[in-house]
């Protein structure tokens, strides 16, 4: 169904291929997951699987890219989109209405189906991915898991004859993790060509018939799940984990140290917490939580309102009722961003400036006038090429923000994050995206920032950093609500 023939690609401006000597088949009815680390290629690979590349990006191709049995160098994009159905990582960028049932139904009026059809297939669609609830929801109220989910709705309600997923897991919860696998499974079995670019594997371990492993636009490795026990190739390629154990269940609760607020303690005491959405019954309902110094996981289902809370806690979200106490301490929401800082899940939002280095100056800056600091311009720059060398990014330094790629811009929010010191930090999904080595960095630095007090609280659906990192966990829905 997929076939790469002796295939190398190179980018518009640039002179390096981004992928070289590719020689890749995907049968119907087989599953093939490519992975390794950021930036060796395996975007690239979905791109000229579907034909983007070079139809969109443009570029030159070498060798030959057969889809169904055609070049995909014969066939207009329109065409190659029936066969190959796609999920980008951001599926926002593929989304084309504001609405959720408006958006399962947008390709089938565009293609003009019948009307019966369209409403029999976007039923089917919704209830495979339980998204029934939702229809009536504008796009821009889901979590980013939820998002996922429509967009994976959309492109099963197609019928493709070939499924190409790029990291469709990184904003799932590990439940939804679990039925995606159990649904690509069927799919597979009912002669679907699937080619998953992932750098979590767990998930796949008894779906992936083989495995392509790329580093620095090769494919240095093909085999059977079996081979990504080996912790020399993982080690070797920035491999994630084979097999994960879940820890969330196991995590101790994250308690306050007395019953009541006292002076001088040391963290975030939220009590008696209010918010809803405008026509929308109450997310939370006099709610209270504590989180204490250390790293402390924020764990619930996609949809149940982590992201909420985390814009409650910085005040980007206004509660209608509520006492937020740091260190003891009782602030009004309107001062709580100047004490809380917060990496988002869409990091092209905190992204501003025109190099990497800039960003972190600014947030350096930032935090001297906030805190009334007076430091050199020496200390500055030995701050910022500290933070640089903590998330691996000084060869990056002069790069403009926006021409990162999305591990990278992850890594330098959270950098900037670091600069500004806050007492409370918030990061929501840090690790989506990232390979194994920029999975541990992250949760090297988070320890970091730990061990000097602060408090950190990690909204993660990422077993691995679960495991790595935190030593507590708040649960939603929260106690009271």
């Not at 303690?265 to 405008?278: H, I, M, P, Q, S």
Request: some cysteine; proline content about 4%; overall charge neutral.
């Amino acid at each position: 169904m997929i076939r790469f023939v002796n295939v190398t690609y190179t980018y518009p401006f640039q002179e390096k291929p981004a992928v070289r000597g590719v020689d890749l088949h995907v049968r119907p009815g087989e599953f093939v997951l490519v992975t390794g680390e950021s930036g060796c290629g395996k975007s690239t690979l979905m791109r000229l699987a579907n034909g983007l590349c070079p139809q969109y990006f443009g570029g030159t191709l070498e060798g030959d890219v057969f889809v169904g049995g055609k070049s995909t160098g014969e066939m207009p994009l329109k065409d190659m989109s029936r066969m190959v159905g796609t999920l980008f990582q951001d599926p926002e960028q593929q989304f084309f209405a504001l609405e959720v049932e408006e958006e399962l139904a947008f390709v089938h009026e565009w293609r003009g189906t019948p009307a019966a059809e369209t409403r029999r297939k976007i039923a089917e669609a919704a209830k495979e991915f339980l998204l029934e609830d939702l229809f009536g929801h504008s796009i821009h109220e889901l979590s980013e898991g939820q998002k996922q989910k429509v967009g994976l709705a959309s492109i099963f309600s197609q019928d493709p004859g070939a499924l190409v997923l790029d990291e469709p897991t990184a904003n799932l919860d590990p439940e939804s993790t679990v039925e995606l696998a159990r649904r690509l499974d069927r799919l597979k079995k009912s002669g679907m060509a699937i080619l998953v670019v992932d750098h979590r594997l767990y998930w796949l371990e008894d779906v992936a018939d083989r495995v392509a492993v790329m580093r620095e636009g090769v494919i240095v490795a093909q085999g059977a799940f079996d081979m990504l026990h080996d912790g020399a190739l993982r080690s070797a390629c920035g491999l994630r984990a084979a097999h994960v154990e879940d820890v969330r269940s196991t995590l101790p609760e994250s308690a306050p140290p007395t019953k009541g607020p006292r002076a001088g303690e040391k963290g975030l005491r939220v009590d008696g917490l209010r918010f809803a959405y405008k026509g929308q019954a109450p997310l939370y309902d006099r709610a209270s939580f504590w989180l204490g110094q250390g790293v402390t996981a924020l764990i619930g289902g996609n949809g149940t309102g982590k992201t909420t809370l985390a814009r409650l806690i910085t005040g980007l979200n206004k509660a209608q009722e509520g006492a937020f106490r740091i260190n003891g301490i009782l602030f009004p929401v309107s001062e709580m961003l100047r004490h809380v800082g917060i990496v988002l899940q869409n990091s092209d939002h905190q992204l501003h400036m025109r190099t990497v280095a800039q960003e972190i100056d600014v947030c350096l800056a930032l935090a001297e006038r906030l805190r009334g600091w007076s430091k050199s311009r020496r200390s500055r720059e030995e701050q910022r090429h500290f933070l640089l060398g903590l998330f691996d990014l000084e060869h990056l330094a002069d790069r403009h923000p926006q021409s990162l790629s999305g591990g990278e811009k992850q890594r330098l929010v959270i950098a900037c994050a670091f600069a500004k010191k806050p007492s409370i930090l918030i990061l929501d999904e840090p690790t989506s995206g990232l390979d194994g080595g920029n999975m541990k960095r992250i949760a090297k630095a988070l320890s970091l920032l730990a061990e000097q007090g602060a408090c950190v609280l990690v909204i993660t659906h990422d077993l691995e950093l679960l495991r790595a990192s935190c030593g507590a966990a708040i649960r939603l829905p929260l106690n009271g609500n």
